[in-house]
């Protein structure tokens, strides 16, 4: 199983070089530059994208509708994904409304109901070592349930 991942991921990872050199694009979407992935790797009807080490989102029709302003993103589910920015996880809603501020909790999980698991890591004050940590839940509009 492992290695027809590895070859899946190589194969991705190909088809998105030749994306980004302008060779080819994926179907069914127009590039307004030459900075998109394939079709497949849409959630939720919007596609993560990098340009210059920061990452966005773009809709089916090729069009940048989250700009590039994150360290790394998560797909969109149940109309949320989770972005990082200098280390700190936030919540992001898709149309790149920040629904948690970024440094309150430490994961997330979204689940198939469209709550969202939280943790927030207790660390040493002096030492920085992690001690516990404390789960919840909340909505898509951040608040605690």
Known sequence: MKRNISV??????????????????????????????????????LAPVELGNKWGYINRKGKLVIPFKYDSVEDFRKGVAVVTKADKKGLIDKKGKIIVEFGIYDSFGIMDSGFISVSKNIRDKNTNEYLDSKTGIINKNGKIV
């Open 8 to 45: 899946m991921r190589k194969v991705s990872i190909f088809l998105v070089v030749l994306m980004i050199v302008g060779l080819i694009l994926p179907v069914g979407v127009k590039a307004e530059r030459e900075y998109y992935v394939d079709s497949n790797l849409f959630s939720d009807g």
